[in-house]
């Protein structure tokens, strides 16, 4: 689900943050006390790493949502904010996100990633990847079978896969986006003489109540959106047709930032990585931490029902990836399937599209999971 979210500063892409401090000065201060002595530091190994001083702690990061993908990202905001970074998190929708990244009004971009790869396959550098946001988390869900009428004679269809939904209706988000993207390609490699009823209904949560009410018959939903309507589907009419992550090893949300920014700024990279990187490994260890983080940022989840469902499925499936998510395999296995789905030209290579430098060096620091 892709919901608004309260607690993080939340402003439109064109808002100024404005800061304004004002003290007052005794006429006669009284001596100030006499400090007790510093801790020493701890001591450390030898040459151990270490990361960087971030250069600035003010970032403005845009994201298409607030909502259980993006919820690492959320925490991690929260936490550095209050060391003393002052971050802006800016809803901006899936298109407006990256072009923000393209053009600098924003420092990171949170998913979107067959909108950033456009712009890369424009030939455009102003962006590169650096991790992933979240494991592929889509799964398509839609009723068991629709009434049809074969020759005049009114029969039942099936709808158990992908493939049985020629001139039936699937809802997308876009045709732009991963919700179309994986339906599609997964058509065209298994049964391409199949044409389903593209039908367009923008939101994950959206498209979950137009499932409710039979307004359509299928759609890409959001793994946590599909969860959810098993556990509200309590007369057994829909089904999971296909959880995505299980077919395809494709990256759908991967984190972009402006190359500017991240040439200029790479300590404050690779410290908000470092950060992400310890909040998803907490929630994946956990259930019960996942939870509770979720129902921080995301109220609107207490008292759900498919709640522990959601906590435990991501939990399991290690879904906020502990590592970043961006082996290089992975990452041309990624270029590979947007090329065969339209989205890029072959020519793109791994270098063209991510910094995997950042990880890297952030894994050598902290450690991998």
Request: a negative charge; glycine letters at 8%; hydrophobic letters at 45%.
């Amino acid at each position: 689900m892709r919901r608004m979210h309260p607690r993080v500063v939340v402003a439109m892409a064109t808002a100024a943050l404005i800061l304004a401090a004002c003290g007052t000065e005794s006429a006669d201060p009284a001596p100030a006390p006499t400090p007790a002595p510093a801790p020493a530091p701890a001591p450390t190994e030898p040459g151990e790493p270490t990361l960087p001083e971030p250069e600035t702690k003010q970032v403005i990061v845009g994201a298409s949502g607030s909502g259980i993908s993006q919820l690492a990202w959320i925490e991690a905001i929260e936490r550095l904010n209050a060391q003393g970074w002052e971050i802006q998190y800016v809803e901006a929708g899936s298109n407006l996100n990256q072009q923000g990244v393209d053009s600098g009004q924003f420092d990171f971009g949170l998913g979107s990633t067959p909108a950033a790869l456009r712009i890369l396959n424009e030939g455009r550098r102003t962006l590169t990847h650096i991790m992933d946001l979240v494991e592929l988390d889509w799964a398509a869900y839609g009723v068991k079978s629709v009434e049809v009428e074969v020759d005049g004679v009114a029969t039942t269809k099936s709808l158990d896969s992908l493939c049985d939904f020629d001139g039936e209706q699937f809802a997308v988000h876009s045709f732009s986006s991963i919700t179309y993207v994986l339906p599609a390609y997964f058509v065209s490699s298994n049964c391409f003489t199949v044409k389903p009823d593209w039908l367009i209904v923008p939101g994950s949560d959206n498209r979950l109540v137009a499932l409710l009410n039979g307004d359509i018959l299928a759609s890409t939903l959001e793994l946590a959106d599909a969860i959810a309507l098993e556990a509200e589907d309590t007369e057994g009419r829909f089904q999971r047709i296909i959880t995505f992550a299980d077919s395809v090893n494709v990256i759908g949300s991967a984190v972009s930032v402006n190359a500017d920014f991240a040439a200029t700024n790479p300590g404050t990279v690779m410290n908000m990585m470092a950060e992400v990187l310890l909040v998803s490994r907490e929630m994946n260890a956990s259930p019960a931490e996942f939870k509770t983080i979720m129902l921080k940022h995301l109220p609107e989840y207490e008292g759900f029902a498919g709640l522990d469902e959601i906590a435990e499925e991501y939990a399991e499936r290690q879904m906020l990836s502990s590592n970043g998510g961006f082996a290089v395999e992975k990452i041309e296995e990624s270029l590979r399937f947007y090329s065969q789905s339209g989205i890029v030209g072959p020519e793109l290579t791994v270098d063209d599209v991510a910094d995997r430098s950042f990880l890297e060096q952030v894994l050598e620091i902290i450690g991998e999971a």
